[in-house]
């Protein structure tokens, strides 16, 4: 952390695949070129900015909460370092570990947060479009899907009566499913299948159980453990209860280790089914006062932030399923698109009552981001 901001930032507010390298390059510079494009100061790169006598300093203050982790910590004060240098000084970011909460950004309370996506659903309802099951093809569609320039203006269409844009989303990891019962491919392999998955969203359990699963929730840390033991069923129509083995869990990367069954048995079904943001989010009025010098900035640095963020988590989950891989594990890429078809167009097992939240125009928008993944 760069020196002015330990002094006036963190202190003063204590209370509170990676994909391969050309993959992950081109990446970049099609999300910075979105991010450009999305800000008012247009598409090209900011010039280093040199300092001077008399030159103006503005400060943004960007609140992470000390719960994201200690990656995203210092990402952001990599960030604030791009800031700083690429402005000249004129505009420097004071990074503060706290509470970072959508209200406290919507009142000004400071400029810059990192907020959950869960968050953001509270504030309103659609992000939780965002992670219902099967809508990304992997990260990479996440990714480019949500810092489109048509997405993020739709969301931030939404935001606007709440003092609160989005700048970036953020990929934090995704969710598999690990099986020694089927490679679920299709939707039909979904049909009488016990899954043992997280509580995190009932629609998310709603919707898999559409698909003709036999869903068994479990707390996330207790689905390991679930692995190939007998659970008790219970049928969301009201039957009889019915005792089942579960033979397919929904795991995180790092949680693939602890599954204790023999890994030659097992698939790996790379389903990214569901995937989390985290989202760099902004108090509306305090970006749009800034200059057009000083957006660009803003903007290049957004995308540096992204970048470095996101190739981290990928490294990270990538190496977990190599090794998963390497142990044994057999490695599905399901037909994601057949999935989301029979969820989101009508054609699952039973009758599907899609969220109120649901919004057709922004599902066939991320959609047509699945070609460029």
Known sequence: M????????RAACAPETKNKGNTMKRLQRVLTGMLCAAQLCGCASAPVQPSGPGQTTQTLRFIVSEDLGADMLAAADAFADRVARVSGGGLTIDVRT???EFGALSR???ELML???TQLARANSMFSMFTL??????????SLALNAQDVRAQVNEALAGQGVSVLTAIYTGGLFFVSDASELRTPDDFRDLPIAMRTDSSDKLTLLGALGARVVPYSKDAIPAAFDTQAQYLPSDGQTPQTVAIGTAEVDASQLKQIDADPNTLYLIKSYHTCTPVWLAANT?????????EQAVLS???AGL???LEERFITTEQAAIDASEREGMLLVEPERAQIAAALYDGTAERAVVLPSYFDRRLYDLIESYATLS
Request: aromatic share 10%; net charge negative.
């Open 115 to 117: 907020l959950r996506n």
């Open 98 to 100: 706290g509470r970072a």
């Open 133 to 142: 099951p099967f809508l990304y093809d992997d990260n990479r569609h996440m």
């Open 306 to 308: 992204l970048a470095e």
């Open 2 to 9: 760069s020196k002015w901001m330990i002094s006036s930032g």
């Open 300 to 302: 290049e640095a957004c």
């Open 108 to 110: 000004g309370d400071a």
């Open 285 to 293: 009025a305090a970006v749009e006062s800034l200059g057009s010098y």
